[in-house]
């Protein structure tokens, strides 16, 4: 029986080598730290934005994109709307939250 293939993407901004190692997972684990409009700001201090975050997932064709790593300037309100930025463009996104269980 086949495995399951995994990336992890912690503190990062967006790099050329991400695309080749996400390539064809099922689950991508990425940081989301700011929405699309502070994807600068977030960029600037080596993190990744929604967009970013799901734009990797849908190029690299995972199976799953779940985020994690947000700022904690967002509220639970402010956490389901950078999930709907990711859905946005990519849909099986999930919001990773302590001690949340996600099967792969």
């Known amino acids: 029986m086949p495995g399951k293939a995994l990336a992890i993407f912690g503190d990062t901004g967006p790099c050329d080598a991400a695309l080749d190692l996400a390539k064809g997972v099922d689950v991508m684990v990425h940081e989301a ?3 699309i409009t502070m994807e600068a700001k977030a960029n600037s201090r080596g993190h990744s934005s929604t967009r970013q975050a ?8 995972v199976g799953k994109l ?3 790593h947000v700022s904690s300037r967002y509220d639970d309100k402010g956490c389901q709307h950078l999930l ?3 859905r946005s463009i990519f849909p099986a996104t999930e919001l990773a939250n302590d001690f949340t269980v996600f099967n792969v």
């Open 33 to 35: 730290t700011l929405d």
């Open 54 to 61: 799901a734009t990797l997932a849908r190029e690299a064709g």
């Open 66 to 68: 779940i985020i994690t």
């Open 84 to 86: 709907r930025e990711c």
